[in-house]
């Protein structure tokens, strides 16, 4: 665990060593799929996960100023996942569609975002929109293929010695 608050992103640092620990350790659903290049104003990717409905899996990740959350599902097929949060208000649906073959059991992928607090997602907001044109087109891939990832793996391993 990176214990020095003053290295950059150590909050990300200790979420991504955690991730790497939980795959290592059996759980390879969390984080099967990540975007091949690092989400703007990413702070923090929550540990665990949850298991939805036939299969599916949701990641969360903490980004910009606002703290907003981008929930990544992925699942075997279509979900009701987006029509559900626009019904429901609880966010705002920026993709649903497939992921590229090859990709596993998990074909399909639902991106959300949710608020905080004291803040939710608004389009016409320049960082919502930036997330959003970022979530809606960005390749997945598997953990191991996303370059930023194994960078802050690296940069979180040698912060703990």
């Not at 993709?95 to 016409?124: I, L």
């Not at 907001?125 to 370059?147: G, L, Q, Y």
Request: charged share 25%; proline share 6%.
């Amino acid at each position: 665990m990176v214990q020095d608050e003053s290295i950059t992103d150590y909050e990300l640092l200790n979420d991504v060593l955690h991730i790497d620990f939980n795959r290592r350790n059996g759980e390879r659903e969390e984080y099967a799929r990540v975007p091949a290049a690092r989400p703007p104003g990413l702070l923090r990717m929550t540990p665990g996960g949850s298991h939805g409905e036939d299969g599916a899996f949701a990641m969360t990740y903490q980004f910009g100023e606002q703290w907003l959350h981008a929930i990544v599902e992925l699942s075997p097929r279509d979900t009701d996942t987006c029509e559900t949060v626009k019904a429901d208000g609880i966010g705002l649906c920026v993709r649903d569609g497939a992921v590229p073959a090859g990709s596993g059991e998990r074909q399909h992928v639902a991106v959300y975002f949710t608020g905080n607090v004291s803040t939710e997602p608004r389009v016409g907001d320049p960082e919502t929109d930036e997330a959003a044109t970022f979530w809606s087109t960005t390749e997945m891939v598997p953990f191991d293929e996303a370059a930023w990832l194994t960078d802050l793996l690296t940069r979180g391993k040698a912060a703990t010695r």
